[in-house]
C-alpha cells in the first residue's frame, strides 16, 4: 500500500495550494482519511479529515475557513484545497488513511494505520 502525495512548493503569503494524494494498493473508498503536518520543531498535527462517502468533513480550528479537504473514491484520491495561505502554514504535509475505519472522526495520527512520504509547502511573508 502507497499514499503518494504532491502538491506542494512556495507559495506568498494570502496564496493558495492544491495538495493531491493518491493511493496504491488498496481501495480506502469505506474509510477516514486525513491530512497531518509538522513544521520543524514541531509534532505533527491534525489538518483534515474526510469521512468515506466525503459529506462528512473536519478540520482544525487553524485551517478552518481557509482549507477544503475532499476525496475521489473512483481515483483513490484525496485532496486538501488551501487557500489564504499564512507563514505559519510552512510545514511538510503528509496524508493518511485508515485500514479500518473508525466510527469517530479520527484527529489523532496513531489512529491512521497509512501514511504519504509527505510534501513540502512553504509559505513566505
Known amino acids: 500500500v502507497q499514499l503518494q502525495a504532491s502538491g506542494g512548493g512556495l507559495v506568498q503569503a494570502g496564496g493558495s495550494l492544491r495538495l493531491s494524494c493518491t493511493a496504491s494498493?488498496?481501495?480506502?473508498?469505506?474509510?477516514?482519511m486525513g491530512w497531518f503536518r509538522q513544521a520543524p520543531g514541531n509534532e505533527r498535527e491534525f489538518v483534515a479529515a474526510i469521512n468515506w462517502s466525503g459529506g462528512g468533513t473536519y478540520y482544525a480550528d487553524s485551517v478552518k475557513g481557509r482549507s477544503t479537504i475532499s476525496r475521489d473514491n473512483a481515483r483513490n484520491t484525496v485532496s486538501l484545497q488551501m487557500n489564504s495561505l499564512k507563514p505559519e502554514d510552512t510545514a511538510i504535509y503528509y496524508c493518511a488513511a485508515q485500514r479500518v475505519s473508525t466510527v469517530y472522526a479520527p484527529y489523532f495520527a496513531y489512529e491512521y494505520d497509512y501514511w504519504g512520504q509527505g510534501t513540502l509547502v512553504t509559505v513566505s511573508s
Open positions: 494498493g488498496r481501495t480506502f473508498s469505506s474509510n477516514y
